[in-house]
């Protein structure tokens, strides 16, 4: 599909919106303007993330934006992200940026760029599974850490964290892990820096639900 898409009404733009994960805005008056060019630039070097651009009245009001605003709407937390575009160093770069720090997914894999986007998440709670990318096991395990998440949407983060990366090495001395031990399960809440650590033989849709609530209790 072409990118960004237009959005010429608030029922397109609402079910834009609902229809992702992560949901990219842009609201312009002049869709011709030098800051939609590079709007449209960014849409471009982001192919997984949807872009839509309007130049509604009527969307701009029901969204509550101002014109030359790009605004990022995430579903696991129902929070959304303003970026003021009259900024005139505003470019397809550092909107690039914007999107890469800010996309928080159901499942949100954790690196220096997404952390920013963590630490500032509305979500008190954040639910780590701690493992080896590389694993053959992989693909089973993120499938039932993601369905699990479907179950806390809106009440905890839920975060991949590869052991493999050299750059989390520092989130497994936190945790007191080493990776003999992994997978491994850890909960945290921010505001206290309250957290238990769980590690595990196997990841199951059951465990994870029994760690979670009775963390949450």
Not at 61 to 89: E, K, P, Q, Y
Request: net charge negative; aromatic share 8%; glycine share 4%.
């Amino acid at each position: 599909t072409e990118k960004p898409i237009l959005l010429n009404n608030i029922a397109d733009a609402e079910a834009f919106i609902n229809g992702a994960e992560v949901a990219v805005i842009g609201f312009f008056q002049d869709p011709q303007s030098p800051e939609a060019e590079q709007f449209r630039l960014a849409a471009g070097q982001t192919p997984e993330v949807p872009f839509g651009l309007s130049t509604s009245a009527a969307v701009l009001s029901h969204c509550g934006a101002s014109a030359n605003t790009v605004a990022l709407f995430r579903r696991v937390d129902s929070d959304r992200r303003d970026l003021d575009m009259n900024n005139r160093d505003v470019d397809a770069k550092k909107l690039t940026r914007f999107v890469r720090i800010n996309e928080l997914r159901l499942v949100t894999e954790y690196n220096p760029v997404t952390a920013i986007g963590v630490m500032q998440s509305s979500l008190q709670f954040n639910l780590l599974l701690i493992t080896d990318k590389m694993s053959p096991k992989h693909p089973e395990r993120m499938r039932k850490f993601r369905t699990a998440a479907e179950l806390y949407k809106g009440k905890i983060l839920f975060i991949l964290l590869d052991s493999n990366l050299k750059s989390n090495e520092r989130v497994l001395s936190y945790f007191q892990l080493k990776k003999s031990q992994l997978p491994a399960l850890a909960i945290f809440h921010t505001p206290d820096d309250e957290r238990v650590v769980l590690t595990v033989d196997e990841i199951s849709i059951e465990h994870i639900q029994d760690f979670c609530n009775h963390f949450l209790q």
